[in-house]
């Protein structure tokens, strides 16, 4: 049987969603994150050396790093479904962009924004606090703000008129792409009709809901 090393509030929710999408048997290992940190607990090293979530264990193979789970579980086990486009679809080029470009371009850009967010209200001495300030304020105004406004506004052009990003069928790279956008959707003052309908179909999809109830209700740091 498969484990799933479910961290709280991460993107252990897309696997889980992908292994309801696949109707597989699996045992969900729901891991509170460090009290104090945040981050997850050392107890997961005991699992995977990195320390991460998610993790899988297929019957004694450990894997980490989402892409690659999503991958191993699409070739292992869906290779009958639609989830993933056969390499002569016109659509394939695309499946393969949306499924890297997820970890890749867009979730570097929100972590660094949720790092600035802890820097401003982190306990520091008072005349070190001004200089930090400065120099967040410095990178968002200069190079955060514009990218996430410019990868957001692409994804954004890129669902218009489509249910998903390939098109009317849900595929993994939607899988893929649903944890950067509820974390999007949940952060910025961008208007973004078409992402937030996207994820609200995520979000009402029975598969999703059942992941929901066997990890707990997905509430983005």
Request: hydrophobic fraction near 45%.
């Given at each position: 049987?498969?484990?799933l090393?479910?961290?709280?509030?991460?993107?252990?929710?897309?696997?889980?969603?992908?292994?309801?999408?696949?109707?597989?048997?699996?045992?969900?290992?729901?891991?509170a994150?460090?009290?104090?940190?945040?981050?997850?607990?050392?107890?997961?090293?005991?699992?995977?050396?990195?320390?991460?979530s998610p993790?899988?264990?297929?019957?004694?193979?450990?894997?980490?790093?989402?892409?690659?789970?999503?991958?191993?579980?699409?070739?292992?086990?869906?290779?009958?479904?639609?989830?993933?486009?056969?390499?002569?679809?016109?659509?394939?080029p695309?499946?393969?962009?949306?499924?890297?470009?997820?970890?890749?371009?867009?979730?570097?850009?929100?972590?660094?924004?949720l790092?600035?967010?802890?820097?401003?209200?982190?306990?520091?001495?008072?005349?070190?606090?001004?200089?930090?300030?400065?120099?967040?304020?410095?990178?968002?105004?200069?190079?955060?703000?514009?990218?996430?406004?410019?990868?957001?506004?692409?994804?954004?052009?890129?669902?218009?008129?489509?249910?998903?990003?390939?098109?009317?069928?849900?595929?993994?790279?939607?899988?893929?792409?649903?944890?950067?956008?509820?974390?999007?959707?949940?952060?910025?003052?961008?208007?973004?009709?078409?992402?937030?309908?996207?994820?609200?179909?995520?979000?009402?999809?029975?598969?999703?809901?059942?992941?929901?109830?066997?990890?707990?209700?997905?509430?983005?740091?």
């Amino acid at each position: 049987m498969i484990t799933l090393y479910a961290l709280k509030q991460s993107r252990a929710y897309r696997i889980a969603w992908l292994l309801e999408l696949l109707g597989l048997e699996y045992r969900a290992e729901v891991i509170a994150r460090d009290a104090e940190t945040a981050l997850a607990p050392d107890s997961l090293r005991r699992i995977h050396p990195l320390g991460k979530s998610p993790l899988i264990d297929d019957n004694g193979l450990v894997l980490a790093e989402s892409g690659a789970i999503i991958e191993y579980l699409i070739t292992r086990y869906g290779q009958e479904t639609a989830l993933k486009p056969p390499t002569d679809s016109p659509v394939y080029p695309d499946y393969l962009f949306w499924l890297h470009y997820a970890e890749g371009s867009l979730m570097p850009l929100l972590v660094m924004s949720l790092v600035f967010r802890k820097i401003e209200t982190r306990k520091m001495p008072f005349f070190v606090k001004p200089v930090a300030r400065k120099i967040v304020e410095g990178v968002r105004a200069g190079f955060l703000n514009p990218q996430l406004k410019r990868h957001l506004e692409f994804v954004e052009s890129k669902l218009a008129g489509r249910s998903w990003l390939l098109g009317d069928a849900l595929s993994a790279a939607d899988v893929m792409m649903s944890f950067p956008l509820q974390a999007a959707v949940s952060r910025t003052t961008l208007d973004l009709p078409n992402i937030a309908a996207y994820v609200r179909r995520i979000e009402a999809d029975p598969a999703w809901q059942r992941a929901e109830k066997r990890i707990g209700k997905l509430e983005l740091l």
